[in-house]
């Protein structure tokens, strides 16, 4: 009974089509446009893909083990779906291996911490590093700071994330984790321990990669749990003097080859014409990957394979694209965009999910000005899937990020990230925190998406002059 | 300006007591009790009481040398808070370390799991058991299974704990955790992992205390998180021969002496008559031990000192009592009724606060039924800070629950545990979990109930009958 509606929707479409009666192109494309919504909702392929992927790959750091074998369910998944083309493009990516992380306070008040390395973090010696900290606000404060009240010490960057929708906290905080260990480096200090980016309150620490800057020495740097920070925060009201001990044992160990994974719904009029819909396969290795990003690969796929299975295929080619490396510096999304340099112009319009799985409420783009409200009207059935119209903010999606540099027009369809930093990556990226409902929202609206833009007759570009 | 209202009515008070006007004993009884629930809420004293136990102490596993600090702090925070009396009694208690615990599912697909080992269990040869698991919904399933199925593999039981606020869930399936060792060596099995027996969903499992049986093997028992259990369901779907490998180096290591320590509020007319209010000290090791049990501590030491601070002591002694090694089997509570055996006919009424800090919103008595009404119209005031009557069904708190077999009445003070298993044993078992409003409204009933139990004139025994 589940596809009842779309039961009845189809033959009718399908008659409309093969011409028993003519109805206009844009009514049709309109009403497999609406079709795409029922089914989505009717269908749990979404959560089996994210299902499949958790439990029989689960974490999948760039270029280990883990990630060759997601590369190889990639392919198998696509392949299983009947999409016209499945095929890999190599990616050299950066291999980091975790080690062991663990830090206690030794005075005033031994305690242990729960703390993770960074993502490329260096190791501490074997024995560790112990030392005082020296606490800020910020990296901002931070950056401020007297390099004789650092030197020598563990900096320790105690920032919280604010909980919103938008996830705009995370946009505030992550400075010092990306930033901190090259400016407490160039003021001297021994390493770095910061309060994790995230907005829960769960005895978890939050990894997430950080960078070096060349002619500056590498510092290791890990985060600690929110409860932890409170904790020192606590010891810190009592004594300024708080000695920590931190030792870890991650190992930047080269490079390897990995893979971004494509699935194509071959255009039927204009092949060459691309809409791009994204996602990144790699995850980090605490958890099992679901939300950042099983869930978006799920998205687009289950929203790839609604179109293939279309009575009719849409004028442009609808591409998958599940990104390499993306948690490691956006590696795939780098890597794309150079290997199709030469068909970024063909690039219609693309379009990354990377922010969970909660209900998309709104699409944003980044196309002409002028061509906007059109791009808007064309898009508004989404509205019945809960997906309001919006601005000419969009960004994309990290992996797509680079892309409007090139002239490709994007859209970022955004979603409720209110929890999405509570389990960002920790150990708890897993299945359960998925709503399958939601997920199913999010694969109608990125099937209306691509469906509507590969049929759409709108002229995207130029884009808007950066300001 | 916090402590206007009780500055305004303890003069009153305090005028009625030298004789100015003779107030009825109950009236004032009613009255001191009324500004107990006013100053307890005015009070952070609680608050700051589980933050220094908890930062300045943190984990207190019995018999580690936590717990020494714990027992020192307890007696130098029950001094300087200027008790009658101040002493600690010597407790004989096992020592058990953690070690280390992991596993991995290898077969038939590699996943790590997060786990932690039961408190007491064996540890696992230095290279694992790996073994295929064999699944049941509970013990009562393990206990029907035929031991051929059993033999050679390692046990996993999958119940979940049912939310609710009483916390009844955690009765129906703890039973898997304390005997499902045994249960499972007397079929042959090799280990045992069960589902966490915790409400959350976070990837932390959520350690507790199990037990052997003379003349059985003992194998090694650990659980897993919530989400680990969910991934080891989902590979079962897909194939009946899954392969873990577990790996524990838990010790047991021994006897040490803990103490209880005991604070009193020395009774004026009544000395010898003891109203018992206890919590544990000792605390499981992965969290800071705030809602299992500092918040008990909180509560029941800051409830006695607004007793100690009253403007007249009451008639019968409050004894504040903070019982050693609870988690690791009510070691404490029962060296309390073995040494205190002389003097439990003198024994008023005992109950403990151990499920930690949600608000208390019924008291239910263990008394002779004939007084439980006319009790319940004494302690009725306690309902305007929240409180209900209940019924004559307590048991009181773990470390008190032995004592009604030597006709002592207890009071079972019920709080909101709605979340409480969501933290329960694990290491998000910290201070931010305790809300301090909640906290101080536990505090204004508990002395309320002490101060009116040291001072009634009803006669609690003998109890009724066990069913």
């Not at 929707?9 to 844009?26: A, E, K, V």
């Not at 999409?83 to 291996?97: L, S």
């Not at 590498?218 to 409860?227: D, E, L, N």
């Not at 394979?305 to 998958?320: S, W």
Request: glycine share 8%.
């Amino acid at each position: 009974m589940k596809n009842y509606r779309t039961a009845l929707l189809l033959p009718l479409l399908i008659s409309s089509l093969i011409g028993c009666q003519s109805p206009s192109p844009s009514n049709t494309n309109q009403l497999l446009a609406e079709s795409l919504q029922q089914k989505a909702l009717d269908s749990d392929l979404g959560f089996q893909i994210v299902e499949s992927l958790t439990v029989e790959v689960g974490p999948r750091l760039a270029g280990s083990p883990k990630d060759a074998m997601a590369v190889a369910w990639a392919e198998k998944k696509l392949q299983s779906l009947g999409f016209d083309r499945v095929y890999k493009e190599a990616v050299e990516v950066p291999v980091w291996e975790r080690g062991e992380a663990s830090a206690s306070i030794v005075a005033p008040f031994q305690q242990p911490l729960v703390i993770t390395a960074l993502g490329g973090s260096v190791a501490t010696p074997a024995e560790g590093i112990t030392a005082k900290i020296v606490r800020f606000d910020s990296l901002a404060a931070l950056k401020e700071a007297n390099p004789d009240d650092v030197a020598g010490k563990i900096v320790f960057i105690d920032q919280k994330t604010e909980r919103h929708k938008t996830g705009k906290g995370y946009g505030k905080s992550v400075g010092g984790r990306s930033r901190g260990a090259i400016e407490a480096a160039r003021k001297g200090a021994l390493a770095i321990v910061i309060r994790s980016i995230g907005t829960d309150h769960d005895r978890m620490a939050h990894t997430g990669t950080m960078r070096y800057e060349e002619g500056l020495k590498r510092i290791p740097a890990a985060a600690m749990s929110a409860p932890d920070a409170d904790l020192v925060n606590a010891m810190l009201k009592r004594s300024a003097d708080i000695t920590l001990t931190l030792k870890m044992s991650p190992e930047n160990k080269g490079s390897a080859i990995s893979y971004n994974v494509i699935a194509e719904v071959t255009g039927s009029s204009k092949p060459d014409e691309i809409v791009l819909i994204g996602a990144h396969l790699d995850s980090w290795d605490e958890g099992t990957g679901a939300i950042d990003d099983g869930a978006g690969v799920a998205i687009v796929t289950a929203a790839g394979k609604l179109i293939q299975d279309l009575p009719v295929k849409p004028a442009r080619t609808v591409r998958v694209v599940l990104y390499a490396a993306e948690e490691i510096g956006l590696v795939g999304g780098k890597a794309y965009a150079k290997a199709h340099a030469a068909e970024l112009d063909k690039h219609y319009i693309a379009a990354e999910s990377d922010f969970g799985a909660g209900p998309i409420y709104r699409i944003d783009f980044q196309v002409n000005d002028q061509v906007l409200p059109k791009l808007q009207q064309l898009t508004q059935l989404m509205q019945r899937n809960g997906v309001a119209a919006g601005d000419n903010s969009a960004y994309g999606g990290p992996d797509v990020s680079m892309l409007p540099a090139s002239g490709v027009p994007v859209a970022s369809l955004r979603q409720d990230g209110t929890d999405y930093f509570d389990y960002h990556h920790t150990p708890n990226d897993t299945l359960d925190k998925i709503d399958p409902k939601a997920l199913a929202q999010n694969i109608a609206a990125y099937a209306q998406f691509a469906y509507l833009m590969a049929q759409s007759e709108l002229e995207l570009r130029p884009l808007p002059a950066k300001q």
